[in-house]
Structures are given as structure tokens and as C-alpha cells.
């Protein structure tokens, strides 16, 4: 029998209960429609048939492709991390380019596709999600898939200037183009990717906005992924956040929340709070900031490096101004409770999020839903994040300039009332908006009508 729905991810929830706020809209989807949630098993083994495993799900079928050691480095490790990555967050000083890495890559979706087009009959709906799987709609339609097939991307839309770095940027556009509805996070994303066809012999815009390339016609549109904003509101008034904290309702405090990737801006926020810690008129003033950054993807150098790098900036901003009675940088690298996040950002004053590059970023919107609209904090937020096209009311920054992010820091703890009230209240109208059930349902409305 045929699956209504498939959607496939990299990542599956871990466990029974969904935390993230795109796997619960993917999981609450799922129940509702019923269908099939393909993604990779939790950890690299040595397999010998590659039939699918199942998992436990309420109301349809979750299902985890295995992926030996080999294809974990270079699938998972490799393509996807250590190229795709840094090739759409501009970092091709890090790109780590392997033959291997490609074909290994290419030939993990081969084998994810064949699973598919066994469950997929002809009125399927199948929604991929993000960059580790690009070929397989190209790969699904050989082997005569003809559902319609959708993809997200949650990452930037790499320009054309930096997908020359790219060894297979001519095959990239065949399987972007596979799909029949490509959606991109923003409206610079679409314009990006619209540059790109529109620049290739064999692409065309359709008068209708459609983009042809070849035989293949596809559809295009930003679709801004949000969270479950409701949810997230409730659950940072209800609790009391965690016992034992020096960052409770008293406390003076900045909050950052990103995993430990390069990406964030990590090494340049904690600068700018050195800075901002050296420049501040009132040196009685003692604020602090908490960076929870839980490790990422550390099999992969650039990783390490990072981290060496936030240890070696926090070790001096706290040694050159810890006093007995406060440390200036919390900075925890573990894995951290998600229930306790909610209750953290209501607490803070401000909220740190300077990434230099980023397709959304959710820990914005996170962050504005916690607040309290009677007395919120205020958001500083990197014009280089995707949320920024929207949360115009955050105060922006340049992730790069650590003078303007200092200055940001000291306005934004000196924001009176009135406008932390005002920003927060056309903040939180924004991430209201794009909220991730109202996300999922125009991707699927689109997708139904491609
Ligand atoms: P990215 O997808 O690049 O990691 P986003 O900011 O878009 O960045 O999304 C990060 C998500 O991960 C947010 O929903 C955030 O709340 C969540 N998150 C952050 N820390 C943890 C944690 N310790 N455990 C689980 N989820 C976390
Ligand atoms: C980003 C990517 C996701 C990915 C997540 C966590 O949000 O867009 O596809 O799942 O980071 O990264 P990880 O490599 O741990 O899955």
C-alpha cells in the first residue's frame, strides 16, 4: 500500500517525545494525516541488509535508514557537513573537497530513493528536508517516481558566485530542479537561486514565476519556518526555570543559546562582551552573560577549532574582570535540558543572537515568545540571519563589527520600558506569523497544487 505522506529528514527525534519545534509540526502533521517519517538511524553500524528499522510513532510509521561507518564520515561527515555546510554559510576557506565525499553522498540517496519509490505510489506527497539530501528527487524520478515531490531548504541559498567552488555545481542544478517545489527560507534565498537559473544556458523564469530548467519545471517560494509560538510562550510563563541558578528574575543577564558551531558568531559575541564590560560608563553595573552552546558535529575539524577559540576569548574576558562575587561569561558546552530554555530567556534581559550567517535562526523567535509582554526583553539580532528579513524591531548588528555589538549590548540594557514594550509587541506579531503549523500547512497547500 502506498504512503498519503512521506517526509524525509536527516535527523529523527530521538526517543518518544519531539522536541525541536520542526519535528513537532512534522510529528503532529504525521499523526494527523498519517504516513511515513524517513530518516537516519542514531548511530553508524556495520549492516548487512539495508532494509529499513522501525521506530515506535503514534498514528503512522517512523522508519531509520542504516548508515555504516564509511557512509557516516562521508554522507553525514563529509558532503554534508564538511561541504554543503560551509559552502552555504560562506566559509569555502573550509571546504574540504573529496571525490569520495560526492559519490558516497550521492550514492546514500540512490539507496534512500529505492525505499522511498517502494512506498510512494503516484497521489504521494513527499517533502524532503535540507541539504542532505539534494539528489533525491533527481534520483526518485529515474527510478519513475512521478509524485509530486517537495523540498525545503533550512539553510542559505548559496549565490552563483559561490557555488563555483563547488565540483559538482552543474549536476546541482538538475536535482534542485527534480523537485516540483523548492522552498527557500527567505526572499533573498529565492532571489539567490532565481540568479542562479537564470544565469544557466538551459534555465529560464516562467512568465508565471516558475523556473524551467531543461525538461524540468519547477515551482519556487519562501517559506519563513517559525516555531510552535504558543507553546513556547506558555511554557516559559508556567515555569520557574531551574532551582540553583544565579540566573533568576534578580539577575541581570544576556542569554545566548546556539550550537557550538561556526556559523554563530560565537567567538566575536563573547568579544563584544569583553568589550562592552570595558567600556561601560557604570563599572558598578555587573551583568552577565550565559552562552549555552551544546557540542556539534565535533568529528569535524573546524568544530575543535572554535571551540578552542571561545575558551581562549572566555577564559580572558573572566579572568581580566571576574570579581569574587561574579563571573562575567557562563559559558556551558554540554548537552543541556531544552525543558529549562524557555524559562532562561524569559529571565534575561537580553537576548544574544549574532550569527555570522544563518538560514533562519529559531533561538530568535524563541527567545521573543518567551518574554513577558509587560515588562520583555530586548532581542540583538545579526542582519545576517534569515529571522532578521522579518524582526526588524530587534536591534540589529553587524556580527562582524564588535564596536556596534558592544554598543548594542549597553543600549539594549538601558532600553526603557515603553520601547522594550513596543519592539517586543511588533516582534512577537512576526514570529506569530510564521508559525510552524501555519509553516507546515502552506508548504503542503503549495505542494498539493504543484
Ligand atoms: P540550528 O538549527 O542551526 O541549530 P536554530 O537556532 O535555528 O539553529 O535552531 C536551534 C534549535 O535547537 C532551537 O529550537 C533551540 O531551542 C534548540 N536547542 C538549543 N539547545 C538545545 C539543547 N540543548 N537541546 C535541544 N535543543 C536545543
Ligand atoms: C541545522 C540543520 C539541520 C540539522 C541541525 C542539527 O538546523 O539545518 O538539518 O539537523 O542543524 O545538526 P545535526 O548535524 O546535529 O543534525
Known amino acids: 500500500m502506498s504512503q498519503d505522506l512521506i517526509v524525509v529528514s536527516n535527523r529523527l527525534p530521538a526517543g518518544d517525545t519531539p522536541s525541536g519545534g520542526l519535528v513537532v509540526a512534522l510529528d503532529a502533521t504525521l499523526k494527523r494525516e498519517g504516513g511515513l517519517w524517513l530518516g537516519a538511524a542514531a548511530e553508524p553500524e556495520e549492516y548487512e ?11 503512522y510509521e517512523k522508519k531509520a535508514f542504516r548508515l555504516n561507518q564509511q557512509e557516516y564520515d562521508r554522507y553525514y561527515l563529509g558532503y554534508a557537513n564538511s561541504v554543503l555546510w560551509p559552502l552555504c554559510h560562506r566559509r569555502t576557506d573550509l571546504l574540504a573537497i573529496d571525490r569520495a565525499f560526492a559519490e558516497t553522498y550521492v550514492a546514500v540517496n540512490r539507496r534512500i530513493a529505492r525505499h522511498i519509490a517502494q512506498a510512494a505510489g503516484p497521489d504521494s506527497l513527499i517533502w524532503v528536508q535540507d541539504y542532505h539530501f539534494l539528489p533525491l528527487a533527481y534520483e526518485l524520478r529515474k527510478l519513475g517516481v512521478q509524485a509530486r515531490i517537495g523540498f525545503f531548504l533550512h539553510i542559505p541559498f548559496p549565490s552563483l558566485s559561490l557555488l563555483e567552488a563547488l565540483p559538482e555545481r552543474e549536476i546541482f542544478h538538475d536535482w534542485i530542479a527534480a523537485f516540483d517545489l523548492v522552498g527557500l527560507q527567505t526572499r533573498a534565498d529565492v532571489a539567490r537561486c532565481l540568479e542562479l537559473f537564470r544565469h544557466h544556458p538551459r534555465g529560464e523564469i516562467l512568465l508565471d ?19 510552535d509560538t504558543q507553546g513556547f510562550a506558555d511554557a516559559a510563563a508556567r515555569s520557574d526555570g531551574p532551582s540553583e541558578t544565579r540566573f533568576g528574575p534578580g539577575d541581570t543577564y544576556l542569554i545566548g543559546v546556539d550550537r557550538l558551531d561556526y556559523s554563530k558568531g560565537l567567538p566575536n559575541r563573547f568579544t563584544a562582551f569583553g568589550r562592552y564590560l570595558d567600556t561601560r560608563e557604570d563599572k558598578t553595573k555587573r551583568p552577565s552573560f550565559l552562552q549555552i552552546a551544546p557540542p556539534s558535529r565535533q568529528e569535524v575539524p573546524a568544530y575543535r577549532e572554535t571551540r578552542l577559540q571561545l575558551e581562549a576569548i572566555a577564559g580572558r574576558v573572566n579572568g581580566e574582570n571576574a570579581r569574587l562575587d561574579w563571573t562575567p561569561i557562563t559559558y556551558i558546552h554540554r548537552a543541556f535540558r531544552r525543558a529549562d530554555l524557555p524559562a532562561l530567556y524569559r529571565m534575561a534581559d537580553v537576548g544574544l543572537v549574532t550569527p555570522l550567517v544563518d538560514g533562519m535562526n529559531l533561538v530568535a523567535k524563541e527567545y521573543v515568545a518567551a518574554q513577558d509582554p509587560d515588562d520583555p526583553g530586548v532581542l540583538i539580532l545579526s542582519r545576517m540571519a534569515g529571522a532578521a528579513e522579518d524582526m526588524t524591531e530587534a536591534l540589529l548588528v553587524n556580527p562582524f563589527d564588535i564596536d556596534e555589538m558592544a554598543e548594542a549590548i549597553a543600549t539594549a540594557l538601558n532600553m526603557p520600558l515603553a520601547e522594550r514594550r513596543r519592539r517586543h509587541a511588533a516582534l512577537l506579531e512576526v514570529v506569530r506569523d510564521s508559525d510552524v503549523a501555519t509553516w507546515t500547512e502552506r508548504f503542503m497547500d503549495c505542494l498539493r497544487r504543484a
Not at 541488509?49 to 498514528?59: C, H, I, N, Q, W
Not at 523556473?211 to 517560494?221: I, M, P
Open 49 to 59: 541488509t539495508d532494509d529499513l528499522m522501525s521506530l515506535p510513532a503514534e498514528g
Open 209 to 227: 514565476g516558475r523556473v524551467k530548467h531543461g525538461d524540468s519545471v519547477f515551482s519556487l517560494r519562501a517559506f519563513p519556518i517559525g516555531i
